[in-house]
């Protein structure tokens, strides 16, 4: 008599179809029994070992997110020096308020892996400093400026957002990109930010905010925050300018571009399978591919949360009063 095998969890969803459920919004659980179904009797198309491995804890000796594998995967998805949504178009278009040239030094907060950074000083020759908590995005990121021949225009430097003093220099710019939403007292970090920017100068924010306190309660939200790289504490849109405000900043743009990011989100993993076939050929092609299947994990969570609208992504422009540019008046 022979045997019944039990099923191979994971193993039996081709992965271009697991990537595009995802994407879709259909679970992958429902695929499996539909696919279970219809041919119980073929084989899985994946062997075991490509399970999905969950993410490592946090522990005292591994606090850093990131690793090796996690940052080739974020370039392979969105680009050379990247480590999310946003190539060089988009941030040469987001930066077109701050008026940047070579004279002007940027502070910037969320620096990643530097790619924003070196945008920017090789398009308009800025000097920016970028601080970033993930030693290994720094690491990699300071390698990167180094052979852009940048190293000295586009510094990146690790910093614990928590148990930070403060910056050690004026600037005439500052940059977060979708970093304070990471920091729990966010009027601590901004009160740093206004005190080391220039009177007049510019500071733009792009932030993920909620929607409403009610969003706080909803499972859809905790799934999110306990997948989350770090734990994140957002805050309504109108608290986040009211903060700018407190600390002496005039807010002259406010804007939810939530649906660009989904788009640019959507674009970006439109070609995963095509990075997963490249990674099969790999020596370490096994573990990539699960590094990248638990990047499309994370990144599908976030976009649901954009989707529904219980997570937004704003733009927000400001600049520090007293003798501000004349160009704020034609806003």
């Not at 949504?85 to 030094?105: F, H, N, R, T």
């Not at 920017?120 to 021949?149: A, H, P, Y």
């Not at 937004?312 to 009063?321: G, M, Q």
Request: net charge neutral; charged share 30%; glycine share 8%.
């Amino acid at each position: 008599m022979a045997v019944k095998q039990k099923p191979k969890k994971g193993a039996d969803v081709p992965l271009k179809l697991r990537l595009k459920a995802w994407w879709e919004g259909y679970d992958t659980e429902d695929i499996k029994k539909r696919i279970s179904s219809r041919a119980p009797e073929e084989p899985a198309e994946e062997p075991a070992k490509a399970d999905v491995a969950p993410p490592k804890a946090a522990t005292a000796e591994n606090l850093d997110p990131w690793d090796t594998a996690t940052v080739d995967i974020a370039q392979y998805i969105w680009g050379k020096g990247f480590c999310g949504p946003g190539g060089p178009d988009y941030i040469v278009s987001l930066s077109k308020l701050l008026a940047l040239s070579p004279e002007m030094s940027m502070l910037q907060i969320g620096a990643g892996l530097g790619g924003p950074a070196r945008v920017l000083v090789d398009r308009f020759g800025v000097w920016i400093t970028g601080f970033e908590e993930s030693q290994m995005l720094v690491d990699k990121g300071r390698k990167l400026s180094k052979m852009s021949g940048l190293e000295k225009k586009a510094q990146l430097e690790q910093y614990n957002p928590e148990e930070f003093d403060g910056f050690d220099r004026k600037y005439d710019r500052a940059l977060s990109k979708e970093a304070l939403y990471t920091i729990e007292d966010k009027n601590a970090m901004v009160a740093k930010i206004e005190d080391k920017l220039k009177p007049g100068g510019l500071f733009l924010l792009t932030e993920y905010v909620i929607s409403s306190d009610a969003v706080l309660g909803k499972d859809r939200y905790k799934e999110w925050v306990v997948g989350e790289r770090h734990h994140p504490y957002p805050v309504l849109s109108d608290d986040l300018v009211e903060i700018l405000k407190k600390n002496r900043l005039q807010v002259r743009v406010s804007e939810d571009i939530s649906m660009q990011y989904v788009e640019m989100i959507n674009k970006a993993w439109a070609g995963a399978d095509e990075v997963a076939a490249a990674l099969a050929k790999r020596d370490d092609g096994t573990m990539m591919i699960q590094t990248l299947m638990r990047e499309a994990e994370f990144w599908t969570r976030r976009k649901k949360m954009l989707e529904t609208g219980d997570l937004k992504l704003w733009r927000i422009v400001c600049n520090k009063k007293s003798g501000g540019p004349s160009m704020m008046s034609d806003w």
